[in-house]
């Protein structure tokens, strides 16, 4: 309808308006993020184009392929392998890897995932080959990194990197995973029997140690109270002494004291006479058996009782009357 009106030249022009947008719209190319391009011309290698806008001759070149610079990675399945010691096994491994050089990924292999694939599994067997049960369980790391190395190697002409390699599962036989489940239980049980003894030879020690300390302790305060009592004796027989020896001190000063009175009070020679006997008195009190007077006490003693009888005498006299 809309081109009824129009004659056959103004269709022929929108055509060549329309060719022309057309050839126009596929010269023009623009390269994604973390992509390249690899363009050939006439079917040779013409140039890799990176990220940005870019315009290609129509027809004469084309783009041969569209490559991710992004780190990819690949989980190949598990493939057999055979130890030193004659046991046959599954590994399963991943490998992380990176396109550097677009134009030898595009022409330095065909299908190059496969020959990733491939390399490894040969690598891997070779590998696995040196080693024993034993030491390929225990020893991942040092297998990924002799495989990386290796892949890294051999995929340079490639264009790629491998960046690592890790290795997913490793699954021995059945009966190797029975024996390694009894020889794990096994140990656990020798484990816990060794945690058993330790733990009772802690106790023992500890115990032993309570009771050392106990009897170090009774010991110490048994000593303790001996001192005590020591110094407690050593102290009452210290204030006894100095009791004894103040009392010692008070009669000697009372004594002192009675002496000093005397020769103030000037005594007549009667009065010391009969204070002479009445020490003597004291002296014999009652249990002497023997008591010697001197001559010039005795003469003084006679005296006392004249005049003792002389003074009764009166005394009766007194009374009579």
């Not at 070779?126 to 190697?153: A, C, F, P, Q, W």
């Not at 023992?204 to 009774?218: N, P, T």
């Not at 000093?260 to 009667?270: K, M, T």
């Amino acid at each position: 309808m809309l081109l009824s009106g129009l004659t056959g030249g103004q269709v022929f022009g929108l055509f060549l308006v329309f060719l022309v947008i057309v050839v126009v719209a596929s010269m023009i190319k623009i390269v994604p993020q973390a992509h390249a391009y690899v363009i050939e011309r006439l079917g040779t290698y013409q140039a890799t184009w990176s990220v940005g806008f870019h315009m290609k001759l129509p027809i004469i070149d084309k783009v041969a392929q569209r490559i991710s610079l992004k780190e990819q990675v690949v989980d190949f399945a598990p493939q057999p392998v055979i130890t030193k010691d004659n046991v046959t096994m599954r590994i399963d491994t991943v490998v992380f890897f990176q396109i550097t050089d677009p134009k030898l990924f595009a022409y330095g292999v065909e299908k190059p995932i496969m020959a990733i694939e491939n390399l490894t599994a040969t690598t891997l067997r070779n590998i696995i080959g040196d080693l024993e049960l034993d030491e390929t369980l225990t020893s991942r790391e040092i297998i990924n990194t002799k495989m990386r190395s290796t892949l890294d190697v051999a995929t340079d002409p490639w264009g790629i990197k491998i960046n690592r390699v890790e290795l997913k599962n490793i699954i021995p036989p059945a009966a190797i995973q029975d024996a390694m489940e009894k020889q794990m239980k096994a140990e656990r049980e020798r484990r816990e029997q060794i945690l058993i003894a330790e733990g009772e030879k802690k106790s023992a020690v500890l115990r032993a140690e309570g009771q050392k300390e106990s009897i170090i302790l009774a010991a110490e305060a048994e000593k303790q109270s001996a001192i005590l009592r020591a110094e407690a004796v050593k102290e009452a027989t210290i204030r006894k002494a100095e009791g004894e020896a103040e009392a010692i001190i008070a009669v000697q000063k009372a004594n002192a004291d009675g002496i000093r009175f005397l020769n103030e009070s000037a005594p007549a020679q009667g009065v010391l006479t009969l204070k002479s006997l009445e020490a003597f008195a004291k002296a014999a009190d009652g249990k002497a058996t023997k008591l010697i007077i001197p001559s010039e006490i005795a003469s003084i003693a006679g005296l006392a009782s004249s005049l003792t009888e002389i003074a009764d005498v009166k005394q009766g006299n007194q009374d009579k009357q």
